[in-house]
């Protein structure tokens, strides 16, 4: 089992920059990839990005070379993932979720047997 706790979501202007932290503990060496995703009420929830345990990354093409995902391993059974996010848009006014699992598909948190933070809203002001 491993448990992940997200922090740092909040109101941010646009063009502003906000940094996401997931602390993921418990059964960790397990969990071969870590990663976010964001939701609005109404749409399904969408992966943007992941990062694997060899510390290849992901991001989607709607956030690339304006968001940045890494992971720190702090001991055996910790670790924090952390999403930077820069040149912030209203667009990106979303739940974001932190997730691990035990394989990457296509670079992210594979859904079969993932494991969900409690998300964190991040509102980006006009």
């Known amino acids: 089992q491993v448990r992940l706790v997200e922090s740092g979501g909040g109101s941010v202007p646009t063009g502003g920059s906000q940094t996401l932290s997931c602390e993921v503990s418990g059964d960790t060496y397990s969990w071969h990839c870590m990663g976010w995703f964001r939701q609005i009420p109404g749409k399904e929830r969408e992966p943007i990005a992941g990062?694997?345990?060899?510390?290849?990354?992901?991001?989607?093409a709607s956030v690339k070379g304006r968001f940045t995902v890494s992971a720190i391993s702090r001991t055996n059974t910790e670790n924090s993932l952390l999403l930077q996010m820069t040149s912030l848009q209203p667009e990106d006014t979303s739940i974001y979720y932190c997730a691990a699992a035990r394989y990457c598909t296509g670079g992210y948190p594979s859904l079969t047997r993932i494991t969900w933070g409690q998300g964190t809203q991040v509102t980006v002001s006009t």
């Open positions: 990062i694997d345990g060899s510390g290849r990354s992901a991001l989607a």
